[in-house]
């Protein structure tokens, strides 16, 4: 077995410690809602009825959070990027990639439903989506994009009591 | 305790009547097509009937509906095995373990499991509601908050066994859950959290939330997967391996019992009901298990706890309707509402005056509860379909679903944008291995633990001691602290033997 041992530019001295930048982010996202959740409940009034629950249990979120923390960082076990790591961290990108495309695709879905309609919305999402998600036979794609369309529409508007905003159906 | 001439009388008009047996198989069929369907919950599929039921007579529009009601009990398990999203609020710890087992290619076996414990959950709660209708509606009238806040404190005891392998990490998912579940107009009148934003006033709608959470972030990482079993072997349906699940559940007498008798009490209280009733039993189902570490990665008697309970607190929350008059949930109030239409006032009086009504409505929901059993096979046949279909055509019909769904509880674009952003915190929490459903534990429960300690607390005036003038929550607690005590020291005591075999060995 050939295996190339090689050091990129990017990669970190072993030993190093290294922050979980995902985790982190999610972490100070997570945090920064309760304690602006706090401050808001606390501008709101400092009232027992309104801060019963909310008070406590945000302190003990953040506290939470600062436990929380440490595992944002670790130190970097000590070991060489071989050809074949190489080509896990660049499937492992290109999945995240898929993935931020399909969640900016469903974004746009949600956000314009209203303006687009539920029809052409949900035609235009699901062949894109599908497309995402690797189906490159465009007759599978348009005919199931289609028929699931349909179905859809006509399906929940027979069982919702809501009109649904449409364009052509 | 039986009324033995309205029994007989009950089975006259049943034997006697087609028309009250022709509605049971069409109302399963509908009860598990919308129970099934992500966002339509069962009071919808009971609105959308109740104007059909004017043109029948009292009996037959009753079993109608209650024949909807006991097909959707269990049409929620269905997508909450096969895609993660329970169709109902009272699925979602039907998710935990019920989704594991499909992932595995244990799809036949956990749907088997989740209907047998539906159907006996069900037998269960009627055949108690039979005999002790009128004592148990008089103990739930002696629920007050402090109780429903014991209840609701006992449901937080969840979010101990859902943490995963950083306790902290999952105690944060249920807290934030929880403060998640408090934002909006509180029962006080203060508004905390909206940002303005008028729909969140009554705050973050919990079932496209739910979604979002569950099941979405799932789907974003199954983008890259080829199916949902990788495993193509382990994608076939079969009605053998069905029934070898419904073989499994029946393994766990205990564990279906005790998720009946919580169903039944939880479902019986008033505003509480299946939601709450899932969640506790699974939780005590994995406390007082010998092999916990294994729930939440396939364990049937996960799907076994929280099927029997949503079940079986269809008869609870019967209970306190046809005792009280009083809906014990949405569901139940569409019921009231189909006895207004026929100018039946339920409780006391329709109980004593009659008795051969109700006991005859009992006899049919036994009828039913056996006819889900067969129904729900072949329902759970045909959906069982959905593993065989590519990941790279069901992640977007499921995404469509969810939000069509999701647009179908307010009518407003706010479910969809509700679904969006909690499937993008799910997926980001299930990432970095953050518990989901310990987040959606703390959303479901977070308004129901603050608008009763604000109850308790204007009863109370703030004072402690109330709570020795409440008998029923004081046993409640002493309860839960002996069984949590109990259980700490059997572990402890398990640890201890553990450790001396290892130093021996």
Known sequence: MTERHARTPAQPLAGAVEIDWGQLLLLAFIGGWILVFLLDARSTSLSVHNLLLVEPAAIIGLLLCVAVLPQCFRRRAVSVATEEALAKRRRERAELANIALLAAAFGAFVSTLETVGFDVGCWLFTAVAIYICGERRWWVNLSFTTVLTLVLIYGYRAMIPFPFPLTVL | MLDVPALVSALEILSSSWSAW????????????????????????????????LYMEFLPAIIFLTSIYTGAGFGGAVPAVLINIPGTTAAVATTFDGYPMARKGMHNEALGAGLSASVIGVLLSYILL????????????????????????????LLGSLTGDSMARGLLAGTFGVLLGTIGMNTAGFIRGTMGIPWLLDGISVVPAMMGLLAASQLFMLVNTPYLIENEAARQISLLRIMSGVRMSLRYPVVMLRGSVIGIVIGAVPGVGASIANLLAYAEAKRTSPDPETFGKGNVKGVVASESANSSAEGGSMATLFALGI??????????AAFAMHNVVGGPQFISDQRHVVYAILFSELAQSILLFPVGIAFCMAAAYIVRVPMRLLVPAVLVVATF???????????PITLFVFSIIGWAMVRYEYPVAATVVGLLLGRLLENNAINTYQISGGDPAYILERPAAVAVLVLMALSFGATAWAQHKGRTRQRAGQVQG
């Open chain 2, 327 to 336: 809906p014990g949930g949405s569901a139940t109030a569409i019921m009231l």
């Open chain 2, 22 to 53: 022709v509605w049971v198989i069409p109302g399963l069929l509908i009860g598990l097509f919308f129970g099934a369907m992500p966002g339509i919950s069962i009071t919808m599929a009971m609105a959308i009937c109740l104007p059909m039921t």
């Open chain 2, 130 to 157: 039979f005999l002790t209708i009128v004592p148990m509606a008089e103990i739930v009238l002696k629920m007050g908050p402090l109780e429903m806040l014991v209840v609701a404190i006992w449901g937080m005891m």
């Open chain 2, 405 to 415: 769904g999701s647009y179908a509880v307010d009518g407003n674009v706010s479910g």
